[in-house]
Protein backbone atom coordinates (compact mmCIF):
# COMPACT_ATOMS: atom_id res chain seq x y z
CA UNK A 1 0.00 0.00 0.00
CA UNK A 2 1.62 3.54 -0.56
CA UNK A 3 2.16 5.66 1.68
CA UNK A 4 0.32 8.82 2.51
CA UNK A 5 2.96 11.22 1.22
CA UNK A 6 3.36 8.62 -1.94
CA UNK A 7 -0.48 9.27 -2.60
CA UNK A 8 -0.70 13.46 -2.22
CA UNK A 9 2.17 13.21 -4.54
CA UNK A 10 0.98 11.06 -7.07
CA UNK A 11 -2.87 12.58 -6.39
CA UNK A 12 -0.94 16.25 -7.35
CA UNK A 13 0.57 15.31 -10.47
CA UNK A 14 -1.68 13.46 -11.81
CA UNK A 15 -4.34 16.04 -11.25
CA UNK A 16 -2.26 18.32 -13.45
CA UNK A 17 -2.34 15.62 -16.44
CA UNK A 18 1.09 14.20 -16.02
CA UNK A 19 1.41 10.51 -16.38
CA UNK A 20 2.92 8.90 -13.40
CA UNK A 21 4.84 5.34 -12.65
CA UNK A 22 6.43 4.69 -9.61
CA UNK A 23 9.98 3.47 -10.04
CA UNK A 24 10.17 1.06 -7.13
CA UNK A 25 8.18 -1.22 -5.36
CA UNK A 26 10.21 -2.14 -2.40
CA UNK A 27 11.63 -1.03 0.18
CA UNK A 28 14.94 -2.00 1.80
CA UNK A 29 14.77 -4.68 5.36
CA UNK A 30 15.29 -3.05 8.08
CA UNK A 31 15.76 0.53 7.13
CA UNK A 32 14.67 3.57 5.02
CA UNK A 33 15.70 3.31 1.38
CA UNK A 34 16.28 7.04 0.87
CA UNK A 35 18.63 6.21 -2.29
CA UNK A 36 16.04 6.11 -5.16
CA UNK A 37 13.79 8.32 -6.96
CA UNK A 38 10.03 8.07 -5.97
CA UNK A 39 8.09 8.37 -9.27
CA UNK A 40 8.77 8.88 -13.04
CA UNK A 41 6.52 11.81 -14.34
CA UNK A 42 5.84 12.79 -18.11
CA UNK A 43 3.60 15.74 -18.97
CA UNK A 44 2.29 14.58 -22.55
CA UNK A 45 0.92 18.29 -22.92
CA UNK A 46 3.98 20.33 -21.93
CA UNK A 47 3.35 24.34 -22.24
CA UNK A 48 6.32 26.25 -23.90
CA UNK A 49 6.34 29.61 -21.60
CA UNK A 50 9.94 31.07 -22.87
CA UNK A 51 10.70 31.79 -19.33
CA UNK A 52 13.21 30.08 -17.19
CA UNK A 53 11.35 27.37 -14.59
CA UNK A 54 10.99 28.82 -11.06
CA UNK A 55 12.58 27.02 -8.59
CA UNK A 56 9.46 26.54 -6.25
CA UNK A 57 7.09 24.91 -8.63
CA UNK A 58 3.44 25.61 -7.97
CA UNK A 59 -0.20 24.89 -10.68
CA UNK A 60 0.93 28.15 -12.41
CA UNK A 61 4.59 26.79 -13.38
CA UNK A 62 4.16 23.28 -13.16
CA UNK A 63 2.26 22.66 -16.64
CA UNK A 64 6.21 23.61 -17.94
CA UNK A 65 7.64 20.56 -17.18
CA UNK A 66 8.16 17.78 -19.46
CA UNK A 67 9.40 14.47 -17.67
CA UNK A 68 10.93 14.19 -14.25
CA UNK A 69 12.25 12.26 -11.83
CA UNK A 70 10.53 12.96 -8.46
CA UNK A 71 11.99 12.20 -4.90
CA UNK A 72 9.56 12.26 -1.93
CA UNK A 73 10.87 13.54 1.30
CA UNK A 74 7.64 13.66 4.36
CA UNK A 75 9.59 15.03 6.90
CA UNK A 76 6.53 16.85 8.55
CA UNK A 77 8.17 17.97 11.68
CA UNK A 78 10.45 21.17 10.67
CA UNK A 79 11.26 22.98 7.44
CA UNK A 80 14.27 22.45 5.25
CA UNK A 81 16.51 25.26 6.42
CA UNK A 82 20.23 25.44 5.58
CA UNK A 83 21.23 23.47 9.09
CA UNK A 84 18.80 20.43 7.94
CA UNK A 85 20.23 20.39 4.16
CA UNK A 86 24.17 20.37 5.52
CA UNK A 87 23.63 18.10 8.13
CA UNK A 88 21.47 15.43 6.26
CA UNK A 89 22.79 14.76 3.02
CA UNK A 90 20.46 11.67 2.01
CA UNK A 91 18.11 14.16 1.34
CA UNK A 92 19.30 15.13 -2.40
CA UNK A 93 20.87 11.83 -2.44
CA UNK A 94 19.46 10.56 -5.25
CA UNK A 95 20.93 13.22 -7.58
CA UNK A 96 23.82 11.36 -7.80
CA UNK A 97 25.04 9.88 -10.97
CA UNK A 98 24.64 6.32 -10.13
CA UNK A 99 21.42 7.02 -8.75
CA UNK A 100 19.96 9.24 -11.19
CA UNK A 101 21.12 7.40 -14.74
CA UNK A 102 19.46 4.68 -13.40
CA UNK A 103 16.07 5.95 -12.63
CA UNK A 104 16.50 8.17 -16.24
CA UNK A 105 16.91 5.23 -18.28
CA UNK A 106 12.88 5.19 -18.12
CA UNK A 107 12.93 8.14 -20.56
CA UNK A 108 14.63 8.81 -24.08
CA UNK A 109 18.03 10.39 -23.69
CA UNK A 110 17.58 13.47 -25.91
CA UNK A 111 16.29 15.45 -23.23
CA UNK A 112 17.50 14.75 -19.35
CA UNK A 113 14.81 14.68 -16.82
CA UNK A 114 14.06 17.19 -14.18
CA UNK A 115 15.23 16.24 -10.54
CA UNK A 116 12.35 17.44 -8.13
CA UNK A 117 12.12 17.41 -4.42
CA UNK A 118 9.27 17.07 -2.48
CA UNK A 119 9.85 18.95 1.02
CA UNK A 120 7.47 19.71 4.00
CA UNK A 121 8.67 23.06 3.86
CA UNK A 122 11.40 25.57 2.85
CA UNK A 123 12.44 28.65 5.60
CA UNK A 124 9.48 31.41 6.19
CA UNK A 125 12.71 33.99 5.97
CA UNK A 126 13.90 35.12 3.28
CA UNK A 127 17.53 34.80 3.77
CA UNK A 128 16.95 31.49 5.34
CA UNK A 129 14.54 30.32 2.09
CA UNK A 130 17.51 31.61 -0.59
CA UNK A 131 20.32 30.11 1.14
CA UNK A 132 18.08 26.81 1.40
CA UNK A 133 17.25 26.92 -2.57
CA UNK A 134 21.15 27.44 -3.45
CA UNK A 135 22.43 24.82 -1.03
CA UNK A 136 19.62 22.39 -2.80
CA UNK A 137 20.45 23.83 -6.18
CA UNK A 138 24.35 23.30 -5.69
CA UNK A 139 23.50 19.67 -4.67
CA UNK A 140 21.84 19.45 -8.39
CA UNK A 141 18.15 19.78 -7.72
CA UNK A 142 16.14 21.44 -10.16
CA UNK A 143 12.63 22.65 -8.27
CA UNK A 144 10.96 21.27 -5.25
CA UNK A 145 7.38 21.80 -4.30
CA UNK A 146 5.95 22.04 -0.62
CA UNK A 147 3.69 19.61 0.34
CA UNK A 148 1.61 22.51 1.69
CA UNK A 149 1.47 23.87 -1.94
CA UNK A 150 -0.14 20.24 -3.05
CA UNK A 151 -2.38 19.54 -0.12
CA UNK A 152 -3.93 23.14 -0.36
CA UNK A 153 -4.60 22.60 -4.55
CA UNK A 154 -5.93 19.11 -3.95
CA UNK A 155 -8.22 20.01 -1.14
CA UNK A 156 -9.19 23.41 -3.60
CA UNK A 157 -9.76 20.66 -6.33
CA UNK A 158 -11.81 17.93 -4.72
CA UNK A 159 -15.62 18.43 -5.49
CA UNK A 160 -17.85 17.35 -2.70
CA UNK A 161 -20.35 16.50 -5.41
CA UNK A 162 -18.14 14.10 -6.98
CA UNK A 163 -17.38 10.22 -5.90
CA UNK A 164 -13.56 9.66 -5.58
CA UNK A 165 -14.03 6.01 -5.13
CA UNK A 166 -11.21 5.14 -7.16
CA UNK A 167 -8.92 7.67 -5.07
CA UNK A 168 -8.48 6.83 -0.78
CA UNK A 169 -7.09 10.47 -0.53
CA UNK A 170 -9.51 12.41 -2.88
CA UNK A 171 -12.51 10.66 -1.18
CA UNK A 172 -11.09 11.42 2.03
CA UNK A 173 -10.97 15.17 1.70
CA UNK A 174 -14.37 15.15 -0.29
CA UNK A 175 -16.01 13.36 3.35
CA UNK A 176 -14.57 16.62 5.11
CA UNK A 177 -15.04 19.00 2.70
CA UNK A 178 -18.71 17.67 2.88
CA UNK A 179 -19.09 18.23 6.35
CA UNK A 180 -17.68 21.67 6.44
CA UNK A 181 -14.36 20.83 8.41
CA UNK A 182 -12.72 22.98 4.99
CA UNK A 183 -14.64 25.81 5.10
CA UNK A 184 -12.80 28.58 2.61
CA UNK A 185 -11.71 30.47 5.60
CA UNK A 186 -9.89 27.27 6.65
CA UNK A 187 -7.53 26.74 3.86
CA UNK A 188 -5.20 28.63 5.83
CA UNK A 189 -4.92 25.14 8.44
CA UNK A 190 -1.87 24.04 6.01
CA UNK A 191 0.33 27.37 7.11
CA UNK A 192 3.35 26.95 8.44
CA UNK A 193 4.18 27.51 12.29
CA UNK A 194 2.60 25.85 15.21
CA UNK A 195 -1.33 26.02 16.65
CA UNK A 196 -3.44 25.23 19.19
CA UNK A 197 -4.53 21.74 19.09
CA UNK A 198 -7.43 22.57 21.29
CA UNK A 199 -10.93 21.91 19.79
CA UNK A 200 -12.82 25.03 18.64
CA UNK A 201 -16.53 25.69 20.80
CA UNK A 202 -19.44 27.29 19.10
Do not use: C
Not at 21 to 45: C, I, T
Not at 76 to 86: A, I, K, R
Amino acid sequence: MASVNESIVREYFEMHGFLVRQDRKHEARGKQDLDGVDFQVWNPRPVQTGKELVFVLNATALPAVTRALVVVRGWHTESFGPGVLESSPEIYRFVEPTFFQQAARAFSPDVAPLKILIVPALPQTAAAREQSIAILRGKGVDAVIPFRTMLLELVAHTEVNRNYDKSDLLQTIRVLKNYDLFKEPQLDLFRGGRRSRRPRTN
